[in-house]
């Protein structure tokens, strides 16, 4: 069934994901992006990119939305509140921040954040995309 973009309210959440950042997960986003780093180090906790937390908490939200041909991802402002260390479980949460209609095209605003299971932040922050009517 279509998503019906405009009953999209400030406040309704739209995404609600675990994300496993398991060596196997951040492996599999350093191939896809040609990132030769190993997963594993002797040096102590290996770390995930921010970048993968970024990517990998987005996923969510375009899953949510199942954006149309013709979508556009306008903006993004993200806020990285610590490292987040390979094998740690994060929960993902996105919300409608803004739904409105400029010039034949809707733009939404989604918050995004990026939590341990303790509630520990690891990002927040909020992207913008604008889908075709």
Avoid: W
Avoid at 13 to 36: K, N, W
Avoid at 61 to 70: E, K, T, Y
Wanted: charged share 20%; glycine share 8%; aromatic share 4%.
């Amino acid at each position: 069934m279509p998503i019906d973009y405009a009953s999209l309210s400030p406040g309704s959440q739209l995404a609600r994901d675990t994300l496993s950042l398991d060596e196997e997960t951040v492996a599999r986003y350093l191939d896809a992006v040609g990132d030769e780093t190993p997963v594993s180090s002797s040096a102590g906790p290996r770390l995930a990119p921010a970048m993968a937390v970024a990517a990998l908490s987005f996923r969510g939200v375009v899953r949510a939305l199942d954006l149309p041909g013709g979508s556009l991802h306008l903006a993004q402002d993200l806020e990285f509140a610590r490292p987040v260390a390979v094998g740690e479980t994060l929960e993902c949460r996105a919300k409608v921040l803004q739904n409105s209609v400029r010039r034949g095209m809707r733009v939404l605003v989604v918050s995004l954040e990026a939590a341990n299971t303790d509630g520990r932040a690891a990002l927040t922050g909020k992207t913008t995309v604008m889908l075709p009517m």
